[in-house]
């Protein structure tokens, strides 16, 4: 065997691997994703409104979806003191129907307060189904 012969596929041996590990390489092999993760959804418009001397509250608004799909689900809406919640209350947003990418979905509550204690902050979570 002539030794100029084993030479030159012994190199080209070589320069096959080296070009297969760089294709893998340069095709993602070594590339990490990144992802961004943002607020799905938004409480918006929230109004608070007190009826018959204070002792029953509306609270009404809007869940804004910014999520990629159509969505349905409920707003748990917590009556606090202080830092203690003193009622929670669900309720279906939009009805129950889903709502789309980009939309808002209207939800509403009404509770008499009368007997409880002083209410002074309101928040509301959405969770989706």
Same mark, same amino acid.
């Given at each position: ?5 084993? %030479? ?19 095709? *993602? @092999? ?11 959804? /938004? ?6 409104? =007190? ?12 869940? %804004? ?6 969505? =349905? *689900? ?8 202080? *830092?203690?919640?003193?009622? @929670?209350? /669900?309720?279906?947003?939009?009805? *129950? ?10 939800? /509403? ?21």
């Amino acid at each position: 065997m002539n030794i100029s012969f084993a %030479k030159r596929v012994f190199f080209r041996i070589l320069f096959i691997f080296f070009f297969v590990l760089s294709c893998a390489y340069g095709a *993602g @092999a070594g590339v990490r994703e990144r992802t961004f993760v943002g607020p799905q959804f /938004e409480i918006v418009d929230l109004s608070v409104n =007190k009826f018959s001397d204070g002792t029953l509250l509306n609270v009404n608004g809007y869940v %804004k979806n910014s999520s990629f799909a159509s969505v =349905k *689900g409920y707003v748990v809406v917590y009556f606090n003191n202080g *830092g203690n919640v003193v009622l @929670a209350l /669900e309720e279906n947003v939009n009805g *129950g129907a889903p709502f789309l990418h980009g939309s808002k979905g209207f939800f /509403e509550v009404s509770t008499n307060i009368e007997g409880l204690p002083k209410i002074n902050n309101i928040t509301v979570e959405f969770i989706s189904r």
